[in-house]
C-alpha cells in the first residue's frame, strides 16, 4: 500500500510539473492523497477518529478559503469526461479521479467522509435536527436514484458543451471566494447553505458525482467494504449506511 502511495505521489507530481501547476498546488496534492493512505491504513483506531474533524477544517481551510475552492471537485469531475471525450489534454484532472477511485477500492470511502472540502463545509454548518426522514432505507434508495439522474445530467451537459461550464455555476467556488459571479449564484448559495443547516451534506448525498462514482467503487475487484462501526452518515455508501 505504501508503494502505491509513494507511485500515486510520484504521478501527481510528475503531471502537476508537466502541465505547469504551482508548487502550493503540488504540495497540497500530495499531502491530501497521502492522508488518505495514513487514515485508511489506521482507520480503526479510535485516536485516528478523534482526528477527523482536524483534518476536515484543515482541507476546508486550505483548499476552500485559501486556494479560493480551485480546485474543486466538480472540476476535477468535468476535467475528467473531456479528457475521456479528447477535448482536454490536461491529464490532472483525470489523475485525480482515477487516484481517488483506486484509493476507495483500496481504503474505502476516507475520501468523502475525511478530506472533500465541499462536504466539510456542509458538515461544519449543519445543525442537528430531529427530522428522520432523510435516514430511512426508503429514501436512502431514493436519493440514490436521484444521485444517479444528476450525474447523467451533469455527463450530458459536460457533452452538449464540450468545454468546461461547471465551474462558472459551483456555488462552493462562489462561497470560498466570498464573492457571487452571476444571478444563478443568488439561488444556489442560499439554497446549499440554507439546506445544509437542516442536511447532513445535500450536496454529497443529491448531486456530487464523484461521491456516486466512490460508492460504486466498492463494487470493483478487491475493493474495501464498508466500515460501519466508524460510519459518520455521509451517506456515500447509501443502502449500507446506519440511519
Known amino acids: 500500500m505504501w508503494a502505491a502511495t509513494v507511485a500515486v505521489s510520484a504521478l501527481l507530481v510528475t503531471v502537476c510539473f508537466s502541465e505547469k501547476y504551482s508548487t502550493q498546488s503540488i504540495i497540497g496534492l500530495c499531502v491530501v492523497f497521502l492522508l488518505f493512505c ?32 480551485c480546485f474543486c471537485i466538480l472540476y476535477f469531475f468535468q476535467g475528467f469526461i473531456l479528457f475521456l471525450m479528447g477535448k482536454s489534454a490536461y491529464w490532472l484532472p483525470f489523475t485525480i479521479i482515477i487516484t481517488i477511485l483506486m484509493l476507495s477500492v483500496i481504503f474505502g470511502a476516507i475520501w468523502c467522509s475525511w478530506l472533500c472540502w465541499l462536504g466539510a463545509f456542509q458538515e461544519f454548518i449543519f445543525k442537528k435536527s430531529k427530522w428522520n426522514l432523510l435516514k430511512t432505507r426508503k429514501m436512502q434508495k431514493s436519493l440514490l436514484y436521484i444521485q444517479i439522474t444528476a450525474f447523467v445530467a451533469l455527463v450530458l451537459w459536460i457533452i452538449w458543451a464540450q468545454r468546461p461550464v461547471l465551474c462558472s455555476y459551483d456555488p462552493f467556488v462562489s462561497i470560498f471566494r466570498l464573492r457571487i459571479f452571476n444571478w444563478i449564484g443568488y439561488i444556489t448559495v442560499p439554497l446549499l447553505i440554507l439546506s445544509s443547516l437542516f442536511i447532513y451534506r445535500p450536496f454529497c448525498r443529491i448531486l456530487c458525482p464523484i461521491g456516486l462514482m466512490v460508492y460504486n467503487a466498492k463494487y470493483l475487484p478487491f475493493a474495501a467494504k464498508s466500515k460501519t462501526n466508524g460510519c459518520t452518515n455521509c451517506s456515500t455508501c447509501h443502502p449500507d449506511c446506519k440511519p
Open 38 to 69: 495514513i487514515i485508511g491504513l489506521l482507520f480503526k483506531a479510535k485516536i485516528i477518529q478523534n482526528f477527523r474533524p482536524l483534518v476536515l477544517l484543515g482541507s476546508l481551510i486550505y483548499f476552500g478559503f485559501i486556494v479560493g475552492g
